[in-house]
């Protein structure tokens, strides 16, 4: 259900390509609401799953493994008590016509 509303998020704010994206690099940004501290890893871990999983499963590409996603980058923005959230970046690398 959470996989669901998640990917229901993504597909509403993913911007619309017109190519497939065979090889990309990605980064996922953690601007927390908080100091509290948190394990980055674990928090962009599922994000970058979930993410990844709505993208393919909207052909954005094939398949999301190490051939087609080879590096992937977490990263600690800054805290953002008002707007808290995930960001993601997909650098493409290689792309091909739909």
């Not at 953002?80 to 993601?88: C, G, L, V």
């Amino acid at each position: 259900m959470a996989k669901r509303r998640y990917s229901d998020i993504v597909m509403a704010t993913a911007p619309y390509i017109d190519y497939k994206i065979e090889r990309c690099e990605l980064k996922v940004t953690l601007f927390p609401k908080t100091r509290r501290r948190a394990d980055l890893s674990n928090a962009c871990s599922i994000v970058d799953k979930f993410a990844m999983d709505s993208l393919q499963d909207k052909g954005y590409f094939n398949d999301d493994d190490y051939h087609t996603i080879p590096k992937v980058t977490y990263e600690f923005g800054e805290v953002d008590k008002d707007n808290p959230r995930f960001e993601i970046e997909i650098k493409v690398l290689q792309r091909s016509l739909l």
